[in-house]
């Protein structure tokens, strides 16, 4: 059975830097894309940035230039490396894998920016 699980939320002060980590289980492999969201209370979730299976990257303009999104393919993990965070970054974090009409999620990973 197919298994998304994320790690490396939690509470960090303006212009700090966290690293999420998203594995994937099962049938899922390097042919899929990857995907990190976040949704933020009271509002919709919102594609944060997305990694293509030959490593083609775009990211939301909030967060270009502070945040790279990566992939190990011989691990089937997807990173999300965010530096300079903001106040506005907080929000509950979901990593996404997709492929031919198929999407898996995580559970999601709460990061909270604030002094």
């Known amino acids: 059975q197919e298994q998304l699980v994320e790690s490396g939320g939690g509470l960090v002060q303006p212009g700090g830097s966290l690293r999420l980590s998203c594995a994937a289980s099962?049938?899922?492999?390097?042919?899929?894309?990857t995907a990190w969201y976040r949704q933020a209370p009271g509002k919709q979730r919102q594609l944060v940035a997305a990694?293509?299976?030959?490593?083609?990257?775009t990211y939301d303009d909030s967060v270009k230039g502070r945040f790279t999104i990566s992939r190990d393919n011989a691990k089937i993990t997807a990173y999300l490396q965010m530096n300079s965070l903001k106040s506005d970054d907080t929000a509950v974090y979901y990593c996404?894998?997709?492929?031919?009409?198929?999407?898996?999620w995580g559970q999601g990973t709460q990061v909270t920016v604030s002094s």
């Open positions: 996404s894998f997709y492929r031919a009409g198929r999407n898996y």
């Open positions: 099962g049938s899922i492999d390097g042919r899929y894309g």
């Open positions: 990694i293509t299976s030959g490593g083609t990257t």
